[in-house]
């Protein structure tokens, strides 16, 4: 009997240790409480997968949980940042501090305010030079390229279309194949 409590003791002591996983946005803590969807999950690995296969020479390609710090008020948890060879030196063990080239934001229901109003006011503010909003449930991809100050909505990609990166040469994704491959749950 003592080894069954022992056991569970541990397990709980396991989850306490877990690290918390927040946002802090204009100096307001937003609480990551759940764990990203499967459907998200996919559209992380395999568009970070696509920029990897082609672009892993010209800079480097990164997933969430990684911190990206803009200043004190302002460090988030990207999806997925592209950084290029010649910004490495933002690059810390372990974090980010500064503007990465590319931001991906994966839409989920209980972040997609912060990712498509206040996330990206400050991706404007600090130079991100490209940033894409995926909608996993629509499944199409807004790119927002940096130009004098401000975003500008380059394209609206479909499910069917061919994502390519106004600034970075290496990057062009058929995005068919990555929504095709996404696995489907049907609401009962």
Partial sequence: MSTKKGKIAEKQDIYNLKEERY?????VRYEMLAAPSVRHQQLVTYLCKCI???CAPDGLVL???IDVKFDDKNEFQPDIVYISNENLHIVTEKKIIGAPDIIV?????????????RKKAVYERYGVKEYWIVDP????????????????LAKTYGKTDTLQSELFDCIKIDLEPVFKRLLVFDKE
């Fill in 23 to 27: 946002e802090l946005i204009e100096d």
């Fill in 52 to 54: 990897e296969d082609t």
């Fill in 63 to 65: 997933t969430s949980p």
């Fill in 105 to 117: 934001e994966i839409l989920s229901p209980s972040t997609s305010d912060n990712d498509k109003i």
């Fill in 137 to 152: 449930t629509h499944l199409y991809v807004d790119q927002f390229i940096h130009k004098d100050g401000q975003y500008i």
